[in-house]
């Protein structure tokens, strides 16, 4: 009798045990199943692929940029080549007197070979100037405002007649 007692005592045990292996299992399915933790996973996998998209996004813009650079650089060169060509050209056909090549311009920095008229070229002034030190300048508050003289008041303000008595 008493292995029938251990084998009840045994079976009770691995009952309760497989009793809490299936509470945790349930839990874990449950869970995995769940509208919330759905939603958590979706929530989720949207995020990688923002973060995915951005970092895509972000390597377009580089390599765009790069690829403007590269293609300003050369344009700048063709511009370059281009005016010496036209410079040369019409030093050669205007025997000396054409445009300076911008070769010659990097080389030499003689102030002496500009002409007097484009000498004294100064950029425009934002503001009208003075034409006399007196004369008020366009950020006065009087500026351009004529004042006409204002009729003065009498001295003395006018005493109300009194009735006269009898």
């Given at each position: 009798?008493?292995?029938?007692?251990?084998?009840?005592?045994?079976?009770?045990?691995?009952?309760?045990?497989?009793?809490?292996?299936?509470?945790?299992?349930?839990?874990?399915?449950?869970?995995?199943?769940?509208?919330?933790?759905?939603?958590?996973?979706?929530v989720e996998r949207k995020?990688?692929?923002?973060?995915?998209?951005?970092?895509?996004?972000?390597?377009?813009?580089?390599?765009?940029?790069?690829?403007?650079?590269?293609?300003?650089?050369?344009l700048t060169e063709s511009?370059?080549?281009?005016?010496?060509?036209?410079?040369?050209?019409?030093?050669?056909?205007?025997?000396?007197?054409?445009?300076?090549?911008?070769?010659?311009?990097?080389?030499?920095?003689?102030?002496?070979?500009i002409p007097a008229i484009?000498?004294?070229?100064?950029?425009?002034?934002?503001?009208?100037?003075?034409?006399?030190?007196?004369?008020?300048?366009?950020?006065?508050?009087?500026?351009?405002?004529?004042?006409?003289?204002?009729?003065?008041?009498?001295?003395?303000?006018?005493?109300?007649?009194?009735?006269?008595?009898?």
């Open positions: 009798m008493e292995s029938a007692v251990i084998s009840m005592e045994t079976l009770i045990a691995m009952g309760v045990a497989v009793l809490i292996v299936g509470l945790g299992v349930g839990l874990l399915l449950g869970r995995r199943t769940s509208p919330a933790d759905q939603k958590y996973r979706d995020l990688d692929q923002i973060l995915q998209d951005k970092k895509a996004y972000e390597d377009e813009v580089v390599e765009h940029f790069t690829d403007t650079a590269k293609l300003l650089n050369n511009y370059r080549d281009v005016h010496n060509h036209l410079a040369k050209g019409a030093a050669t056909l205007c025997q000396g007197e054409g445009p300076v090549s911008l070769d010659r311009l990097e080389d030499s920095r003689d102030t002496a070979q484009l000498a004294d070229i100064h950029p425009p002034l934002d503001y009208a100037p003075k034409t006399s030190p007196d004369e008020k300048g366009m950020l006065n508050e009087e500026f351009g405002l004529e004042r006409k003289p204002t009729e003065s008041s009498p001295e003395s303000p006018e005493e109300p007649k009194k009735p006269d008595s009898l």
